[in-house]
């Protein structure tokens, strides 16, 4: 347990770190910033949350074997920020459409550039909407068996999920051992939620008024 564990936090904590920092970069170029394929590239990445998984699977198990990536880390963590990528933009875009141009104006007039204005004053102030996307993205990235189960062969790599199967065999079953593996595979999702509950909240009730 204690190797299938630290497996999920490293692909969960890369795939959350890596899915939000990418939709942040896209929202903000898509939701503040005018340049011709804007809305079209928008589109075309939403159109991923309508493909399922099951459908790619074949064609990303010989992409990763062509790129020599097959049972490693990046084998399930390339597949889940892509397939995350979606529904971030979606909120990340939504959110950032409702904050007001004027704190951009401001701060372009005291000297930011593009990139100061985007970490200093647009990422703040999306941190309700980061929290939000964070936390589901953990519950895809940690609970998520089927990529895992497809892309990963070597038992050293496996996750939480393919680990529960160890412990339920041809003949018999550990009841026991495998109730205990559950409770501390729930752990994590239980104090995250808990963690950044109210910023969900924030996120769910925030208006176009900033303060500031």
Not at 27 to 43: E, G, L, N, P, Q
């Amino acid at each position: 347990m204690p190797l299938y564990f630290f497996n999920s936090a490293l692909v969960t904590a890369v795939t959350v770190v890596a899915t939000i920092f990418l939709a942040l970069m896209f929202s903000y170029a898509t939701a503040r910033m005018k340049w011709r394929f804007a809305h079209v590239s928008r589109i075309y990445l939403l159109v991923g949350m309508f493909i399922p998984a099951q459908i790619v699977l074949l064609p990303i198990m010989i992409m990763e074997r062509n790129l020599h990536i097959q049972s490693s880390y990046l084998a399930v963590i390339i597949p889940y920020v892509g397939f995350q990528l979606s529904f971030a933009t979606l909120v990340f875009y939504g959110f950032m459409r409702s904050i007001p141009y004027e704190l951009e104006e401001s701060a372009s007039i005291d000297g930011a550039n593009t990139y100061l204005t985007f970490f200093r004053i647009i990422v703040p102030i999306t941190m309700p909407a980061i929290a939000t996307v964070a936390i589901f993205i953990f519950l895809f990235a940690w609970n998520e068996f089927l990529i895992a189960l497809v892309m990963i062969s070597k038992s050293s790599l496996q996750t939480i999920p393919l680990g529960l199967l160890n412990f339920s065999g041809q003949f018999t079953t550990d009841w026991g051992g495998k109730g205990a593996a559950m409770v501390i595979a729930t752990l994590p999702t239980i104090l995250v939620y808990f963690f950044f509950s109210e910023k969900v909240e924030q996120a769910m009730t925030v208006g176009a008024a900033v303060k500031g």
